[in-house]
Every structure is written in C-alpha cells, then in structure tokens.
C-alpha cells in the first residue's frame, strides 16, 4: 500500500485565464462570451443530446443557463476561446473538485460544430489537465453516461483509462443513466501530456490542416515486441527502471571507465520527454527501451534487460519493435550511439544492420554513433 504521510491537498483551482498554442480557456463571464457561444451553437440542438440540460430556446435561456454555472459554487467554469479567430466557440467545467483528495473532473463540454474535432477542442482537455496536476492534483476524471460512444472513444483518444461502469448511477432527462468512468492518474500525466504535445505539435499536421498522427498513435499504452508484451512506463516505474539500469549498466563501467550515461540520467525527465517502453516478468521488470523521437530524427537512445533475463532474446525483440515502432511513425531509419569501447556491443548492432557513421569526442568518452536504414513496407 502505497502511503502519502507527505502528501498536501492542493488548494481549490483559482479562475484563471489558461493559454494554449490553438485556444484559450477563459473564467466564464456571461457579458463577454454569451453572444459569440450563442452565435456559435443556435440552431445545433444536437449537442445537447448528452447534456443534462435541453437545448436553450433562446439567447435568454441561454444567459439564464451560463449565469447559473457562474453562480454555482464548487465548479470552474471555462469559456473555450478559439484563437483562429478570437472567438468563444464553447464551454466547458472543471468539475467533482475534491482537494483532500487530489481529485479533478473534466466536464460539461458544450463545443459548438465549428469547435468539435479541432485542435483547440483537443488542446483545451490538455489545457485543463496541466493545470489540476500542476497544482498537486493526483486524480483527472472523465465520466460520461454508458451509452454516449463518442464520448468513450474521445476519453481513450484522449490518454484516459477506463475504470468501470457505475450501473443506475444517475436519472437524466428522466431517463436511467449508467456512467462510465475513465481517470489519468498523476503518474501517468508525464507521458499523456507527452501524447498531446507531440500531437498538437505543428508539424504534425500538414498544409491543409490534417494530422499526420492521431493522438491515439502517441497515447499508445501498449504494445508487443513479438510476443513479448509492453507497456509504456509511468512516474511510478522510476525505482525499478534505476534498478535495471544499475545491474545491467554497471558492468560495462569497468570497460569504458566512466559512468554510463543511462545509469546516470534524470528519469523522471527521460519518462516525461521519451517513450520509455517496459517488459515485466514474473519476478519484476526485466528490460526497458527508451526512444528518443525529436527534430525529426529516430534514436534508440538505450535498452536494457536484466542479468537474470538473459539468454531469451529479450535485447533482440525490443530491437525488433523499435524498427517497427520508428516506421510505424514513418521514420527511415534508426539512430543510436554507445561507448566506442564496448566493442562486442558494436559488432552485435552490426549484425543487426547498424552501420557506423561517425564518432564523437566528449570531455570525457568517445562515442560512436550508428545508423540502421529501415525498409518501408510497399
């Protein structure tokens, strides 16, 4: 059981203006935004569909309806300002605010059409997750009513884990309501907030506007290296990930004579900045890959499989599906480097179709970088 003795309830959310590279959230304010949203959604009753409210009849209903959230205690309501133009095209609530507990809800979400399966709409779930953690939150929930496909599918796009079905758990519109729950956990952030910048990226889109990856390609939680499962590595996985790299580093230092620098790295940033994948034995974890995908360029930046695993070919399968991985992502080829001693390392890339293709010279080693071309499928 993990314990928290040190751990503080983060204070509540204050309203505050959060900006993003596509859109801006805004404390909702009635006089400012009620004219654009409105202008933005009359006439598209269909959003309201899984709402708990009916569609506003009119402008008037609908400044009774946002004049309500503003009042409401326990939420933060946020207008969602679309910086193509300047404009609130939506709202949306930050919500189930629980700080001794370490718990924040994403909800609400009103998105006009013209919002709906935009970059701001993505970012602005970004936006609101960065935020609750930043303050100390452990816990981002999403919840939506069972029968509400889109909404599941945007969760799991979106890098949330489902968690289960509270049957009967509410009557909505006078009808039954099964919720389904999805949750990132603070351990998790690190690497969701990766998926999403990596997607948000702009050069991830081209020059009519379309994605060259899906956000679901980055949140990829898992995967398998032949047959061997992976999975990708949270904040928690730390201790174990020194641990491995210990025993499996260690002995080449009495080779190269310095420390080896995946040994040594910060791994709460190489968890936040890489994809770091992980394959788990019966007894703990028994070998990571860490990949670093950046400026255009594929690195299999280290591997490492325990002493007490070896002999099973691990080192070959997670090889194997970083090619795999690297042309999934359409990069044609694989970078590494390593000690320019660790001789028998190098011939073994060799044999896998690395070649060398140039040292480098630091203060203290030297280097050898290598490069595999990879193949296209078609």
């Not at 079905?165 to 009808?175: A, I």
Request: proline share 6%; glycine share 6%; charged share 25%.
């Amino acid at each position: 059981m993990t314990t928290l003795l040190d751990w503080k309830a983060p204070p509540f959310p204050p309203a505050k203006v959060l900006e993003g590279q596509y859109c801006r959230l805004e404390p909702l304010d009635v006089a400012r935004h009620l004219d654009e949203i409105w202008t933005a959604t009359a006439g598209h009753d269909h959003i309201w569909d899984w709402l708990p409210a009916a569609p506003p009849k009119d402008k008037e209903a609908y400044r009774a309806l946002l004049t309500s959230m503003v009042e409401k205690a326990g939420i933060v309501p946020l207008a969602v300002i679309d910086k193509v133009d300047g404009k609130a095209k939506g709202h949306l609530w930050i919500m189930e605010i629980r700080p001794e507990q370490g718990v924040f809800e994403v909800g609400w979400i009103t998105y006009a059409p013209s919002l709906q399966r935009t970059r701001p709409a993505t970012e602005a779930i970004y936006l609101v997750g960065e935020y609750g953690f930043s303050l100390g939150y452990r816990r981002y929930e999403w919840k939506c009513n069972n029968l509400n496909e889109p909404s599941k599918r945007a969760a799991l796009r979106f890098g949330f884990q489902y968690e289960g079905l509270f049957r009967q758990h509410m009557v909505v519109k006078g009808r039954n309501r099964d919720t389904a729950w999805f949750s990132i956990l603070d351990s998790e952030w690190p690497v969701r907030a990766q998926g999403f910048r990596r997607w948000l990226a702009p050069e991830n889109f081209d020059a009519n506007g379309a994605q060259k990856f899906s956000l679901t390609a980055f949140n990829q939680p898992t995967a398998l290296a032949g047959t061997v499962p992976l999975r990708r590595a949270t904040t928690n996985d730390i201790p174990a990930i020194l641990a491995l790299k210990n025993a499996a580093y260690t002995p080449n230092e009495s080779i190269i004579g310095v420390p080896s620098l995946p040994r040594i790295a910060d791994y709460a940033q190489v968890v936040a900045e890489h994809e770091v994948w992980l394959a788990d034995g019966a007894s703990g974890l028994e070998a990571a890959l860490v990949l670093e995908i950046e400026d255009g360029k594929f690195t299999l930046w280290s591997i490492a499989v325990a002493p007490e695993a070896a002999g099973r070919k691990l080192g070959r399968a997670l090889m194997d599906f970083a090619d795999e991985r690297a042309l999934a992502l359409q990069f044609d080829a694989v970078h590494l480097y390593t000690h320019a001693k660790l001789t028998q390392r190098i011939s073994w890339y060799e044999r896998l179709g690395y070649v060398i293709t140039h040292h480098q010279e630091l203060a203290d080693r030297r280097l050898t970088h290598m490069r595999k071309q990879l193949q296209k499928a078609g």
